[in-house]
């Protein structure tokens, strides 16, 4: 990826990651969120291999990985945070992930339930 910061194409992968990120919520609220309870995480790791089946490649992103990686390059940390609602975005080798707390994804699957949780 080159080290040239474009606005449109960091819009580009902030849709591409958020849209990946709820697609993979929407479909795994209810089972998250009843982990989480029973368990009493405080927070909870998403790795973003999960998330590969949700995303839609387009002609400057072909991986998710690559559309992340592109938001680590060009975003400040806690902008990405805030855009992911994550209080960590990271990687362990070549595997992404991002730390939630189980707070807010309550609140997001909430949100994307319309309501009923």
């Known amino acids: 990826m080159s080290s040239e910061c474009r606005e449109e194409l960091v ?3 902030k849709e591409l990651v958020v849209k990946a990120l709820h697609d993979y919520l929407s479909s795994r609220c209810r089972a998250l969120v009843s982990a989480v309870e029973v368990t009493g995480q ?16 387009t002609a400057d992103f072909d991986k998710l990985s690559r559309a992340l990686e592109y938001l680590l390059e060009c975003m400040p940390g806690e ?5 992911l609602r994550a209080v960590e975005v990271g990687a362990s080798g070549k595997e992404y ?6 707070a807010t994804l309550r609140e997001v699957c ?8």
């Open 11 to 13: 819009s580009e992968a």
């Open 42 to 57: 405080k927070r909870v790791t998403i790795s973003l291999r999960g998330l590969y089946r949700r995303f839609t490649p």
């Open 79 to 83: 902008e990405l945070r805030a855009l």
């Open 97 to 102: 992930y991002v730390v939630v707390e189980s």
């Open 110 to 117: 909430r949100s994307l339930a319309g309501g009923d949780l």
